[in-house]
């Protein structure tokens, strides 16, 4: 099963880019990645998720690195809300395992 | 609010016992995952159900069981609690089709079981 690699925790000041990094180096052709958080006391809700190609919506962009062993999860203006757990996780198809890792901790500093 | 329900939302039992735990996927999705959260482990992904039938397993210990029924409901039935099974059980649901696309899952608000 291909892992994932995320910080254990980040700081950002409220109003500014946050970029949360994770790497996947053994990444396959078919892995997607999916980004989810997990709000402090709320169950996990999905982010974004992307193949090959940046993908944007409202919550936020994923940059997706040309080898596609890295990609970067980029909330433009983070706000006390965004303060949880990301967790970045990659899956084939719909019916592999779920591999959540301990994802990465994020502060806003108001 | 995702869509999907689970209950009971709080759960205390003592050792040995055994107990259900029941989610409702939103409206139209046929896949179910059941996953436990305690401190120590994080977020380990137990099992997954589309449209009734087993689809995969992750470390679901054999005291755990679950079953999703024909109106998509699923349960998660615990047996013979010990400690260490005090967790957030959260289930999800996300409307699979086909074995070769991904899907987005919607996370339920989660059972906290507490064994004594």
């Known amino acids: 099963d291909a892992k994932t690699t995320q910080p254990n925790s980040m700081e950002s000041n409220e109003e500014e880019p946050v970029h949360l990094p994770c790497n996947h180096s053994t990444i396959s052709g078919t892995d997607y990645i999916h980004w989810y958080r997990q709000l402090p006391s709320q169950g996990p809700e999905y982010v974004i998720h992307?193949?090959?190609s940046n993908v944007n919506n409202r919550m936020a962009s994923l940059a997706i690195a040309e080898d596609r062993k890295s990609s970067t999860l980029i909330l433009h203006r983070a706000t006390l809300r965004d303060a949880a757990v990301y967790y970045c996780i990659l899956r084939k198809t719909s019916y592999d395992k779920v591999i959540f890792g301990p994802g990465t901790s994020l502060s806003v500093i108001p | 609010d995702s869509g999907v329900t689970q209950t009971p939302k709080h759960l205390i039992t003592a050792t040995g016992q055994r107990v259900t735990l029941r989610c409702s996927p939103r409206?139209?999705?046929?896949?179910v995952y059941w996953y436990q959260q305690s401190l120590d482990q994080g977020l380990q992904f137990l099992i997954q159900?589309?449209?009734?039938?087993?689809?995969a397993k992750g470390n679901i210990l054999e005291r755990f069981s679950a079953q999703q029924f024909p109106d998509l409901h699923s349960e998660l039935n615990l047996s013979s609690l010990e400690l260490g099974d005090s967790a957030l059980y959260f289930c999800?649901?996300?409307?699979?089709?086909?074995?070769?696309?991904?899907?987005?899952?919607?996370f339920g608000p989660g059972t906290r079981l507490t064994v004594l």
């Open positions: 159900y589309y449209n009734g039938e087993e689809r």
């Open positions: 992307g193949l090959t």
């Open positions: 409206s139209g999705d046929l896949s």
């Open positions: 999800a649901s996300s409307a699979v089709t086909t074995s070769g696309s991904t899907d987005t899952q919607y």
